[in-house]
């Protein structure tokens, strides 16, 4: 499918979608969005694809919303139709989506970064919710998710402040999974979903869900559902052909992937 806001490509079983609006610094107008959406749902039901990555370019991962369309948004826009509630079906993308970025990730880029499942950021990264110096806060869940991901103290310093930090910074607090030389960005990041691709899929999912579940219900509950999931596995060939690999010696051969 052509998109006029992103770019797709295939490597083996990994999905690439790269941001591609570069007059706006990858800003998220609605249009973006629903590239975005669109093409991570079409790699999310394509039996061939096993990881998704997502990036940007070298300048900006994303600026953020769109502030010229938001500009012109009024309370009951918001509050009757909404605003970016296509996200919605991103997160619930079950394919592993790994975030790489490189520049700019402020604001709703920010957020989108952190609706992957783990982002790996080049050295050239800046993270930040600037939406107070706009009077507006963060409205794609950075109040939200940035403070599962670092804590309410951090949080709010990025949150009341607006100001940015940089890759080293982000790597510190746990915004980021890893950092690396610019140039090995995309390298790392596909290696990453490859690897990820390489397991058995329905696992893969599995595992994103209980991981998914600490960050948004109790322990309890979490501790349930990752016993389920993980009761669920053994309902698999994939998992007795892992076991079986391990008294081998061998590396596994899954079937669904
Ligand atoms: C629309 C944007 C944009 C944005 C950049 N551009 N960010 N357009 N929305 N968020 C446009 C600029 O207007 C400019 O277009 C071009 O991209 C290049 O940007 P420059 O500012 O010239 O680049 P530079 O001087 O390098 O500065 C880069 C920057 C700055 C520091 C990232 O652009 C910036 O501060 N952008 C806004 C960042 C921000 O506040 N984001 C949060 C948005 S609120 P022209 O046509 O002039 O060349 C948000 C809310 C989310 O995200 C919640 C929604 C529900």
Redesign the pocket.
Known sequence: TQYEHVLTETRGRVGIITLHRP???N???EALMNDVVDAARAFDVDAGIGAIVLTGSE??F?????????AGKSFVD?TTQG??GRWDEFTAVRTPIVAAVAG?A??????LAMMCDFIIAADTA?F????I??G?????G?SQRLTRAIGKSKAMDLVLT?R?IDAEEADRIGLVARVVPADALLDEAVGAAERIASMSLPVAIAAKDAVNTAFETTLDEGLRTERRLFAGCFALDDRAEGMAAFSEKRRANFTHR
Do not use: H, N, W
Not at 128 to 131: A, L, V
Not at 136 to 140: E, K, T
């Open positions: 007059k706006a610094l800003a998220l107008d300048r900006a994303a600026a953020g919303a769109d502030i010229r369309e938001m918001l605003i970016f700019y402020l604001g709703g880029g920010c957020e800046t930040g919710q600037p939406e110096t706009l507006v806060i963060p409205g794609m950075g607006g940015s």
